[in-house]
C-alpha cells in the first residue's frame, strides 16, 4: 500500500505502520500562508482561511514518502501533513488542526538525527491560538482548479433573518 494519506493524527503517528518509519527519518516542513478549513453551518459547509498573525509564511510538520502507484508504475514523492487537537480558536471551525511548528523547532523536527518519540512528540502540540486569525473566504476554494491569491480575501457570511 503507498503512503497516500493526506494528514496523520499526531497523537498516533510514533505507532502507525504506515507513519512510523516517516516520522522518525522523513521529516519536513511544510511552507504555507494559510490553509483551510471548513466549518459547519446551518446554510453547509462555510470556508474559512487560517494562518499565523503578523508574518506571511509559517510552517506545518510533515512526513515524507516515495512510494510506487501499483495501477500506474509511477514513482510518488508524497507528503503528509501532521494534526493535533484545535486550540481554541481552531475548535469552534473544525475539531483537529494541523502541526503549526514555530521556527525555534524547525532545526530539532528537520535534523535526521533526532528520532526519539521523548524528543519529537512535545513538538506536535496546538499552536496558541492568540498567535493565529482566521476568516471566512469564498467557496470558490471547494475546487482544486481554482489558484490565485484572490482565495485568501474574506467574504461576508450572509446570515437569514427571520420574518416573524
Given amino acids: 500500500m503507498g503512503f497516500k494519506m493526506a494528514n496523520a493524527r499526531s497523537e498516533t503517528v510514533f505507532e502507525k505502520p504506515a507513519f512510523r518509519d516517516p516520522v522518525r527519518?522523513?521529516?519536513c516542513l511544510v511552507p504555507v500562508q494559510a490553509f483551510y478549513e471548513w466549518k459547519v453551518a446551518d446554510s453547509g459547509k462555510q470556508p474559512y482561511a487560517v494562518a499565523v498573525a503578523?508574518?506571511?509564511l509559517f510552517a506545518m510538520a510533515?512526513?515524507?514518502?516515495?512510494?510506487q502507484d501499483n495501477d500506474t508504475g509511477e514513482v510518488v514523492d508524497s507528503v503528509t501533513?501532521?494534526?493535533c487537537e484545535p486550540n481554541t480558536l481552531m475548535e469552534a471551525i473544525h475539531h483537529r488542526?494541523?502541526?503549526?511548528?514555530?521556527?525555534?523547532?524547525?532545526?530539532t523536527w528537520l535534523d535526521p538525527a533526532v528520532s526519539r518519540t521523548e524528543t519529537l512528540?512535545?513538538?506536535?502540540?496546538?499552536?496558541p491560538s492568540q498567535g493565529m486569525c482566521a476568516w471566512p473566504v469564498s467557496s470558490v476554494v471547494n475546487k482544486v482548479v481554482h489558484d490565485g491569491?484572490?482565495?485568501l480575501e474574506r467574504v461576508k457570511i450572509l446570515?437569514?433573518?427571520?420574518l416573524f
Avoid: C, F, K, N
Fill in 54 to 56: 503578523e508574518t506571511d
Fill in 149 to 151: 491569491p484572490d482565495l
Fill in 81 to 83: 501533513i501532521l494534526t
Fill in 159 to 162: 446570515r437569514q433573518g427571520s
Fill in 25 to 27: 527519518s522523513a521529516r
Fill in 97 to 107: 488542526m494541523p502541526v503549526i511548528l514555530g521556527p525555534g523547532a524547525w532545526a
Fill in 62 to 67: 510533515g512526513i515524507m514518502a516515495r512510494w
Fill in 121 to 127: 512528540a512535545p513538538l506536535l502540540v496546538p499552536y
